[in-house]
């Protein structure tokens, strides 16, 4: 399966964005979905995460400002991400993974072309 994240942007501190991941060659119904982000000079992050269920996992620095969500018959995934601030920027990543729901990358077989997001007035 080919991931692919769009969405990302400029938007001021306090704003909203809304990410998608858009697949092909798979039907991503099948699949856990996650988001990561690597922010200049930093590791890359665990953000959200969602199984073929529709069960969600979020990391503490976004609980409460995020929401993931799925559209199967659309084959995509969509991140909410709202009250952003400037540590919010990031390149932000979605990975797929038949082995089941984590927070760990490496546990995501599938990766698509990150999305760049910017926090700044």
């Known amino acids: 399966v080919q991931l692919q994240a769009s969405g990302g942007g400029l938007v001021q501190p306090g704003g909203s964005l809304g990410l998608t991941c858009a697949a092909s060659?798979?039907?991503?119904?099948?699949?856990?979905v996650g988001w990561f982000r690597r922010a200049p000079g930093k590791d890359r992050e665990f953000v959200s995460a969602?199984?073929?269920?529709?069960?969600?996992y979020y990391a503490d620095s976004v609980m409460g400002r995020a929401t993931i969500s799925r559209d199967n018959a659309k084959n995509m995934v969509y991140l909410q991400m709202n009250s952003l601030t400037p540590e919010d920027t990031a390149v932000y990543y979605c990975?797929?993974?038949?082995?089941?729901?984590?927070?760990?990358?490496?546990?995501?077989?599938?990766w698509g072309h990150g999305t760049l997001v910017t926090v700044s007035s």
């Open positions: 990975a797929a993974t038949n082995r089941g729901l984590g927070t760990g990358w490496t546990q995501y077989e599938y």
């Open positions: 060659g798979g039907t991503l119904s099948s699949y856990s």
């Open positions: 969602i199984s073929y269920a529709g069960k969600t």
